[in-house]
């Protein structure tokens, strides 16, 4: 997983061929931390079918305004340059981001 800033966000997202997931979380965020390791796995995972990053939305308030991340967590879906999914809130479950991240395989 690719931890990605507002310095290299446009390079390793919108300027990336393809699906990239990208997970926005926060160190304050306990549902984001308790959803850290299944992300992370998923990443392992599936690591030669989608890009996966990740955002800590706490040094980057502005990209996250910038990308409409309103709420946390926050996993975001993003192919060739253009967001095309998300899923969001505290009711997020892992099965539910598996689920969605399965419809973008090549």
């Known amino acids: 997983m690719i931890e990605v800033n507002k310095e290299n966000f446009e ?18 965020c306990e549902r984001c931390l308790e959803l850290m390791p299944y992300v992370e796995d998923l990443a392992l995972k599936y690591q030669d079918q989608i890009k996966f990053c990740s955002v800590d939305t706490s040094g980057n308030r502005r990209l996250a305004i910038s990308q409409k ?14 967001k095309i999914d998300e899923i969001s809130g505290q009711e997020i479950a892992p099965e539910d981001i598996e689920a969605k991240l399965k419809q973008y395989f090549k």
Do not use: T
Not at 11 to 28: F, I, R, T, Y
Not at 69 to 82: D, E, S
């Open 11 to 28: 390079n390793e997202v919108l300027g990336a061929s393809g699906v990239v997931m990208v997970d926005w979380w926060g160190p304050k």
């Open 69 to 82: 991340v309103l709420g946390l967590p926050a996993i975001l879906f993003y192919k060739n340059g253009q």
